[in-house]
């Protein structure tokens, strides 16, 4: 299985766009920490995080599926490249399945509208909490680009109340608050 840094070496390689770089860690991280709590492989659910966008600033039209390409030529495991798959499942067909592939979708949106959030308050991530996020996603016109049903329903996808998730969500980028920016003072 490719090493953490020999993907980070991929996502530089296609990503330069510093906000799409970040959106990735911040995946990884709330990613690897669900993997953590439920003993899975945190290395192998990481590499999903890290680069299940690798392919959006290059090929947009055909995300992800250039990704899928590269990953398979590289030797990446299938579970990883099926929760790549299954994360854009009404332009792939490929519908999240196991724990991986539902932790992915779980993770994807609500990072955007946690960073969103973070920034426009005064201790950006470190006092942010739940209400705050769920406060920003009932304003529709607020970061409009997040998809607000895929916030509501990312809960439930793994089994968890949307509380407790967002609360899991902001605790794993606050490890990386720094390298995300996200860190005021
Ligand atoms: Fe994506
Ligand atoms: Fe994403």
Redesign the pocket.
Known sequence: MPSRDEALALLHEWVDNQNLRKHMLSVEAAVRRYAREAGEDEELWGLAGLL??LD?EKHPEE??LRAVEALRERGYPEEVVHAILA??SEFTGVEPESPLDRTLVAC?EITGLITATALVRPNGIDDLKPKSVKKKMRDSAFAAGVDRESVRTSGEMIGLDLDQHIANVIAAMREIGDELGLRKG
């Open positions: 299940h966008d959006w995300h992800p994360h854009r994807d």
